[in-house]
């Protein structure tokens, strides 16, 4: 599956002038949910990709809205995070392991929200790696299957010096970003072998939170 993947992604970089592939990995959703803590992202600040590119997912939309948005990855916040930058609730978090630390204007708020596209036509989301850079990339893809489509679109870029630790949480592949700012955010990383390569000092879920 990331073969295939990392195919459609160095030729999106290429075609937007983005710089060379230096790496990258599928991210989903974190499966971890704590609260007010989570990582999950109201639908209003969830970026909509793919607009227009309905044929890898559209033949689903007959089993109902709600079945549609989860083979298409457009499901609703599972619980209400509550974005703060009050550094006692950042203290709480780091000690109670929480999903999210920041505003959603923040760099961990903001990479979430990439993290957690919008799509009527069913999408993968890949971190692709440049020199300088992390680069949100969305693939038109099946839910269910995997199955690649052809839509490609590029999203939000991060410098890379912006993201200074990586830890995982502890919860399956989730693992925790945390930026120059002082918050962190959650998400799944579908094949850790891969982040790892990319991440050799990642923290272990023994470790604390930065």
């Not at 203290?91 to 919008?118: E, I, Y």
């Not at 990586?166 to 990383?189: H, K, M, P």
């Amino acid at each position: 599956m990331w073969n295939k993947l990392e195919r459609k992604v160095v030729e999106a970089l290429e075609g937007g002038g983005c710089g060379a592939f230096a790496g990258g990995f599928a991210i989903e959703r974190a499966t971890s949910t704590n609260g007010v803590a989570s990582g999950d992202v109201p639908r209003a600040r969830r970026p909509e990709v793919l607009v227009g590119h309905g044929g890898a997912g559209a033949p689903f939309a007959k089993l109902g809205r709600v079945l549609f948005g989860i083979l298409t990855n457009d499901v609703p916040a599972l619980s209400a995070a509550t974005a703060t930058d009050d550094l006692a609730v950042r203290k709480k978090r780091q000690a109670s392991n929480g999903a999210f630390f920041g505003t959603w204007d923040s760099l961990a708020g903001r990479w979430l929200a990439a993290g957690q596209p919008r799509s009527s036509s069913g999408v993968t989301t890949a971190v692709a790696l440049t020199d300088g850079t992390m680069r949100f990339v969305y693939v038109q893809s099946r839910r269910l299957s995997g199955k690649l489509g052809n839509a490609v679109e590029l999203g939000a870029a991060f410098p890379r010096d912006a993201l200074v630790w990586t830890r995982r949480s502890g919860v399956f592949r989730d693992v925790q970003f945390g930026f120059a700012d002082g918050s962190w955010g959650t998400l799944f990383v579908a094949e850790m072998e891969d982040f790892l390569q990319q991440f050799p000092e990642t923290l272990s879920h023994k470790q604390p939170i930065p």
